[in-house]
Every structure is written in C-alpha cells, then in structure tokens.
C-alpha cells in the first residue's frame, strides 16, 4: 500500500510552547488529509479534515485556535498543536487519501507528551 | 451521532483456534464498513471492507460480513496464527462522499495468539 510518514514520532515540549507534527504521502497524492487523537485506551477520534488548498474542516468540541492545520501541498498537512497544555498530551494520528472513496494510509502517529 | 461499538478485549487464544471479534454500529444512512489492523509497532492497516449490505470482506483468511439487519460487521478466522496477535479496530466510515477517510473507530480489541 501508499506510505503515508508522521514526523516526529515522539515529541516532549513545555507547556506553552507549540509543537508542529508533519504527515507526508510519501508516494502519492493526497488532496484529503484527517488527523486523529487517541487517548490512553481509547479509541482514535476524528479531529478535523483538511483539503489541500482549503481551510480545515474541524469535529464539533474541538478548538480550532489550539489545533493549527495547514494542507498546503498535496502531500503535506501539518498540525500545530499551539500553546501546548498537559492535557494535550496524547497521540496524534494522520490518515491520507487521494481521491473520494479510495482507501485511507494512516501514519504511524506522534507521541505528544506536555510537562 | 455515528458510533461503533466493539468486544472488549483483550482476547487471549492459541494458535489454530477459531476467532471471533463483535463489532455493531448505528445505522445512519449506508456507511461502508472496514476493520483496521494495528501489528505491534506499526501504524494502522486496512484488513478487509465491505461498502454495501450482505458484502463480505475478505483478507488474510479474516473474513467480515456487513448484516444490515443486525447492524453487525463481526471479525472472524478460522485458524488464527500467533503473527496474527495485533490491535483490531472496527470502523465505519460516513455514508457518501469521503467514506473510506473519514472514519469513526471503535475502541479496538487486543488480540494475542499463543503457540
């Protein structure tokens, strides 16, 4: 299948800093990109989709201001995690796919942890 | 809203024995429906879907079949094999449009096969 590459795998920041995690399609075309949050021994939660080109659209209850998407290629989104607090500590997920009804390649997430 | 619900894990088996894995969803319009994979140390991967009532979805000797009237997309092998210990998500994807990507997770099951 497509690779889709995370980056960083792991990252530990303070609170109040920001922190950018990166999803690539390394192999292909991504023009829709998700991001998903998992908490410890829970499920993975949609948190927004983003369309290269276009402004994010963001699941009800999250915070737009505090969860920063860009899809400015059709290979790259990022999400930047501003003004990080320790209840953003989780593990980010992002999934990509090139077209409507064609399967989604997940990354292999990023480890977020805020002291 | 849109939810998956799942068999609670973790599920503990030996080698050859036959496997099975409950999963229901609500039933808000068609969705297509898919089990994801989670080997140890990897990131998410598509087992088998299926996008319409009766289809069974097939792959590594798993099998799932989409039941319309009992809103149940159950996981099943006959013979499962220790490489087959792993984390198994049950998925359903939103009706139309994006349906492969933007996709509601159940909480996901732990399986480990002993030899």
């Known amino acids: ?115 | 809203g849109d939810s998956v619900t799942q068999m609670e894990g973790p599920v503990t088996l030996s080698e050859e024995a036959f496997l099975t894995i409950n999963c229901t969803y609500t039933a808000t319009g068609y969705p297509s429906l898919f089990w994801y994979v989670q080997y140890p140390g990897e990131g998410l991967q598509l087992l088998l879907k299926a996008t319409k009532a009766d289809d069974k979805g097939s792959n590594k000797g798993f099998e799932a079949t989409y039941r319309k009237e009992t809103t149940s997309f159950h996981l099943e092998k006959g013979s499962v094999q220790v490489s087959d210990s792993a984390v198994y998500f049950c998925v359903r994807g939103v009706a139309g449009g994006t349906s492969y990507g933007k996709l509601t997770f159940g909480q996901g099951t732990i399986l480990t096969v002993h030899p």
């Open chain 1, 1 to 115: 299948g497509a690779v889709v590459s995370q980056h960083p795998s792991r990252v530990i920041c303070k609170s109040g800093t920001s922190v950018k995690i990166e999803c690539r399609s390394l192999d292909f075309q991504a023009t829709t990109m998700f991001w998903y949050r998992q908490f410890p021994k829970q499920s993975l939660m949609l948190m927004a989709t983003s369309n290269e080109g276009s402004k994010a659209t963001y699941e009800q209850g999250v915070e737009k201001d505090k969860f920063l998407i860009n899809h400015a290629s059709l290979t790259l989104s990022t999400l930047t995690v501003t003004s990080a607090h320790p209840e953003d500590s989780s593990f980010y997920i992002c999934s990509a796919q090139s077209g409507v009804n064609t399967e989604a390649f997940f990354g292999q997430g990023t480890r977020l942890t805020v002291v």
